[in-house]
């Protein structure tokens, strides 16, 4: 298994530019999360997703839209890019069971926007 | 609403010592679960350990053991005969409720980043 895979690594956008942040598993996980990491603080969540067609909001949506058609994919959408959404970006799934139902993480996209 | 304060921004330690790194938390779910994470330098998140509310007895995974004490609403992490590849941020973390929508929301603290000196 691949895990959590997200795409791209590294990525720098100009103010008002739209992107979108991809994130796929394949762990047949029901349940997916978008975080951020600011510089010197933790994780914040910005969407999540329990299932397929079923998305809600986190802490900090603002900014970001969200659609999952497929149990594999949660991809993120930057509308209008901000200085202030410079952070790097984790993906992360998780499912009813486990340790917890721990979160496994992406690597991370790290953004930058000018 | 859940909220997690690690008030440690910094700690060192002795390679071969014990350290403790703090967590306390706050919420009014009678179920949660408690999680350290620790994140290198190269930035990846790597679960550590995990306490449920219920759980009786206090977690125990290797070199790392999860000081649970309900009543104070606290969730030490001790890590025993650190090592220097211990280096790195640690973060605490909670996911509130039971069931549902829970699952894939984990409310995290600020981290303690952990030095281990040869």
């Known amino acids: 298994n691949a895990g959590v895979t997200q795409t791209p690594k590294f990525q720098v956008l100009k103010t008002g530019q739209s992107m979108t942040l991809q994130c796929a598993q394949d762990?047949?996980?029901?349940?997916m999360s978008w975080y951020r990491q600011d510089p010197g603080m933790g994780l914040r969540l910005i969407h999540y997703?329990?299932?397929?067609?079923?998305?809600d909001q986190g802490e900090v949506p603002n900014g970001y839209n969200v659609s999952r058609s497929t149990t594999e994919d949660f991809p993120l959408r930057l509308l209008s890019a901000a200085p202030s959404q410079t952070s790097v970006y984790f993906c992360?799934?998780?499912?009813?069971?486990?340790?917890?139902?721990?979160?496994?993480f992406g690597p991370g996209t790290r953004l930058t926007v000018l | 609403a859940q909220k997690i304060t690690q008030t440690q921004p910094g700690m060192f330690v002795q390679e071969k010592e014990a350290v403790t790194l703090d967590c306390t938390y706050d919420?009014?779910?009678?179920?949660?679960?408690l999680f350290w994470y620790k994140q290198p330098s190269s930035g990846e998140m790597i679960f550590l350990i995990y306490q449920g509310s219920y759980d009786e007895q206090n977690a125990t995974e290797g070199r790392y053991s999860l000081n649970f004490q309900k009543a104070r609403k606290s969730a030490n992490l001790v890590i025993s005969a650190s090592q220097l590849g211990d280096s790195a941020m640690y973060f605490c973390?909670?996911?509130?409720?039971?069931?549902?929508?829970?699952?894939?929301?984990?409310?995290f603290g600020q981290g303690t980043i952990l030095t281990v000196h040869p």
């Open positions: 992360a799934s998780s499912y009813r069971g486990g340790v917890g139902h721990e979160q496994f």
């Open positions: 973390a909670m996911r509130g409720g039971a069931g549902g929508t829970s699952y894939g929301k984990l409310t």
């Open positions: 762990m047949n996980h029901e349940y």
């Open positions: 997703s329990v299932g397929a067609g079923i998305t």
């Open positions: 919420t009014s779910d009678q179920s949660y679960g």
